[in-house]
C-alpha cells in the first residue's frame, strides 16, 4: 500500500462507527468514500463529509481505493467481495463472518486463481485481537515449558434474550452470533481441525458445542458455551495445561486474565478500562492489516477454517 491508504467505506450502520472511530485515529488514512443504500449521505469523518453512494460499482467507477471495508450485514459479504475483487485492485477486509454458507465460502474459494483471494481478502476477527486475548498468546509464546493445551472452556454470555424476537432476527442464534468469536479466539492458541458436538437449546438462546485442536503434538477438546438468557455480558475462557498443572484465566468482559501453576500465581494482566472494548479489539487489527504484513488470524485461510467449523453439522452426540 502507499503511504495514505485510501479507503472505502462499505455499510454506515451500527458496526461501522468502530471502524469509523479507529480509522479517524490514523493520520496515514483517507476515507475516500461510503456505500450504503438505506443512508442518504455519509457520516461525518474527521469534520467533513466523503462522497456517497447508494451501491459499490458506482463508487468504484469513480474511486481507486487501497482498502474496501465491508460492514454489511452477513448475508450481503460474498457480493460485495466479489464486486470488490472484480472492480479494483484494492484488498478487502470484511466484518466477521466471511459469509453466510457453506455456498459462498466455495464461491469465493472459486476465484482464488484468478482474484488472488487469498492475497487480496481479509475478515475482521477483531476478538482476537482483544488485549487480554493478546497477553495470554504472549504469555504462551513464552513458556513453552508449560507444554501442550490439554483443555478449553469458553463461556460467552449476552443479555440479547431482553430484545425478544428482535434477538432472534437480528443475531439468529447464540451460536451464530458468538462461535465466530469464540473460534478465532481459539486460533489464537490452537489448531482448530473438526467440530465433534453441538447442541442449541433454548429455541437457539443458548448452546453448548465442542471442538476438536491440536496443541503442539497433542489432541484436546475445547468445550463452547453461549447464551443470550443472562442480565449483563459475560465472557471468559480458561485455557489448561494439563501436563504442566498450569491454568491460564482470561476475562473478555473486564480485559483481565492471569496464569497459575499449583496455586501459585505465574502472571496477571488488567485492562485500565479507558479505552472501549470494541475500540480496543479494532485498534490493533488495523495497525496489523495496515503494517503489510496482516496477522494470520485476518487471513483467508484463517476464515475458512473457521466458517467451515461454524456451519459444520456435526455426529450426533448424546447427552449436554
Not at 476477527?125 to 507444554?147: C, I, K, M, N
Request: proline fraction near 6%.
Amino acid at each position: 500500500m502507499s503511504d495514505l491508504v485510501r479507503i472505502g467505506l462499505v455499510g454506515v450502520g451500527t458496526i461501522a462507527e468502530t471502524h469509523l472511530q479507529v480509522l479517524a485515529e490514523q493520520p496515514w488514512v483517507a476515507l475516500e468514500f461510503t456505500v450504503d443504500p438505506k443512508h442518504t449521505e455519509s457520516p461525518v469523518f474527521r469534520g467533513t463529509k466523503p462522497p456517497h453512494y447508494g451501491d459499490l460499482a458506482h463508487a468504484l467507477e469513480a474511486h481507486q481505493p487501497d482498502l474496501i471495508v465491508i460492514a454489511t450485514p452477513t448475508g450481503t459479504h460474498a457480493d460485495l467481495t466479489v464486486q470488490a475483487l472484480a472492480l479494483s485492485s484494492a484488498r478487502v477486509l470484511v466484518e466477521k463472518p466471511l459469509v453466510h454458507d457453506l455456498a459462498s465460502l466455495a464461491r469465493l474459494r472459486s476465484l482464488d486463481g484468478s482474484a488472488d483471494v487469498r492475497g487480496r481478502v481479509f475478515t475482521a476477527h477483531h476478538f482476537a485481537f482483544s488485549p487480554e486475548v493478546r497477553w495470554a498468546s504472549d504469555q504462551l509464546a513464552g513458556h513453552s515449558e508449560w507444554g501442550p493445551i490439554t483443555g478449553i472452556t469458553s463461556a460467552f454470555y449476552d443479555p440479547y434474550i431482553i430484545q425478544g424476537e428482535q434477538a432472534f432476527a437480528s443475531y439468529i442464534s447464540s451460536w451464530m452470533d458468538t462461535g465466530v468469536n469464540q473460534l478465532s479466539m481459539l486460533a489464537r492458541f490452537v489448531d482448530l481441525t473438526a467440530l465433534t458436538s453441538a447442541q442449541q437449546t433454548d429455541g437457539g438462546a443458548s448452546a453448548w458445542y465442542t471442538c476438536e485442536y491440536r496443541s503442539r503434538d497433542a489432541v484436546g477438546t475445547a468445550r463452547l458455551r453461549s447464551s443470550w438468557l443472562t442480565g449483563s455480558s459475560s465472557k471468559e475462557t480458561t485455557l489448561v495445561f494439563g501436563h504442566s498443572g498450569v491454568e491460564v484465566w482470561i476475562d473478555h468482559t473486564a480485559m483481565t486474565g492471569f496464569a497459575a501453576q499449583d496455586g501459585r500465581l505465574l502472571a496477571a494482566y488488567g485492562s485500565d478500562g479507558r479505552t472501549p472494548r470494541k475500540v480496543a479489539h479494532y485498534r490493533p487489527l488495523y495497525e496489523s492489516l495496515l503494517s503489510g504484513r496482516p496477522d494470520p488470524v485476518l487471513s483467508f485461510d484463517t476464515a475458512t477454517t473457521i466458517t467451515e467449523l461454524h456451519l459444520a453439522t456435526p455426529p450426533p452426540h448424546d447427552g449436554v
